[in-house]
């Protein structure tokens, strides 16, 4: 009951579509976090192994400006030499080959740290794989992401509350009783104070130097510390990055899911519908031809056509149901042969 012939597939009700995106929610969750946290180590261990290869590639890089600059020089003083000297050409020979040794050392250096690079998107690809389509699995995703990013954000915390306290040095009490001394020194010297007021401020010096002492040590301490939440940050920062790329995953996978659910009971529910339609109409026309009378709600056939809009349903079927052409007629042919079946005998003059 279609405009064209070519009748669509028919969908079983047990379809389950996109399976291909749904293969990892038949794993475990202990299977995914197993999976997760291997593939979590692998990564941070990239991100150090990329990090001293970009350090390692710059330093090669040095080398070979300095290996071009030398060969540029040796070739400004000897190249007219060349043909002559068996020494200068010697010395051109060993810079050429310094330079070409450091110039495939950096291409070495480089190709290390793409491979690297490749292997770090593979990694953050299989973790976005992982990440399943049903709600317990997009539930369990945030709640992750969601303590990583907490996480995140103590670690910050702390880290600017101890640059906080670094920053409040205040006046150097050594460095006013230095000045002070000095004054006193002086005054000595001169005969305007009493020799025994030194003691009283050598005393208070000694004191003043135990005390820059233990605040050196506290300063290191908590420069130690500054540096150690860092790194614990930029760690946590990745962590957090991952459990986001697998939340949006999962999100994305289930909303592909339900789109595809919804599309099959869309294009059930069209058909259906058309179904229903094409019956009316039928029944309308068959019952005309025996009761001119007997109009739709004083209306007759509606002069409007009916049409679905077409849903891609990839695979599955394509949807493209409109009434139009044969349509209503076929209808009608298809309630009188039903009615026929059924023993109902109509008169000649029953509708098309």
Not at 202 to 216: G, K
Not at 281 to 292: A, M, N, W
């Amino acid at each position: 009951m279609k405009s064209t012939d070519r009748q669509p597939e028919t969908i079983p009700p047990n379809h389950e579509p996109e399976a291909s995106h749904m293969k990892s929610t038949t794993a475990t969750a202990s299977e995914l976090l197993t999976e997760q946290d291997r593939l979590t180590a692998e990564l941070a261990a990239l991100e150090e192994a990329i990090d001293d290869a970009d350090t390692d590639l710059i330093d090669a890089e040095r080398l070979t400006r300095e290996a071009d600059h030398t060969r540029n020089q040796t070739l400004g003083r000897l190249n007219n030499r060349r043909a002559t000297d068996p020494d200068a050409a010697a010395e051109i020979r060993r810079t050429e080959e310094g330079w070409r040794e450091a110039g495939a050392e950096e291409r070495r250096r480089l190709e290390a740290l793409a491979a690297l690079r490749q292997r770090r998107e593979a990694i953050r690809e299989a973790l976005s794989a992982l990440a399943g389509g049903s709600l317990p699995e997009i539930q369990a995703a945030d709640r992750l992401a969601r303590e990583a990013r907490e996480t995140v954000a103590r670690l910050q915390a702390l880290i600017d509350e101890r640059r906080a306290s670094l920053a409040e040095h205040g006046s150097d009490p050594l460095a006013e009783l230095d000045a002070e001394r000095a004054r006193l020194l002086a005054a000595v010297a001169l005969g305007e104070s009493d020799p025994a007021a030194l003691e009283e401020i050598e005393h208070r010096r000694l004191d003043a130097l135990e005390h820059a002492r233990q605040l050196d040590d506290q300063r290191a301490r908590e420069t130690a510390l500054v540096q150690g939440l860092q790194e614990r940050l930029r760690a946590a920062q990745i962590h957090a990055d991952m459990l986001e790329a697998v939340h949006h995953q999962a999100v994305v996978l289930y909303l592909k899911d339900e789109r595809s659910r919804a599309a099959i009971a869309y294009a059930q529910a069209a058909e259906t519908l058309f179904e229903r339609f094409g019956e009316v109409i039928g029944f309308q026309r068959v019952l005309s031809g025996l009761d001119p009378s007997a109009d739709l709600r004083g209306e007759g056939e509606t002069g409007h056509e009916l049409r679905i809009p077409p849903v891609n349903l990839g695979a599955a079927k394509a949807l493209d149901l409109w009434d139009a052409g044969d349509f209503r007629a076929n209808a009608t042919a298809a309630v009188r042969a039903r009615l026929l079946d059924q023993g109902v005998r109509l008169g000649a003059a029953s509708g098309v």
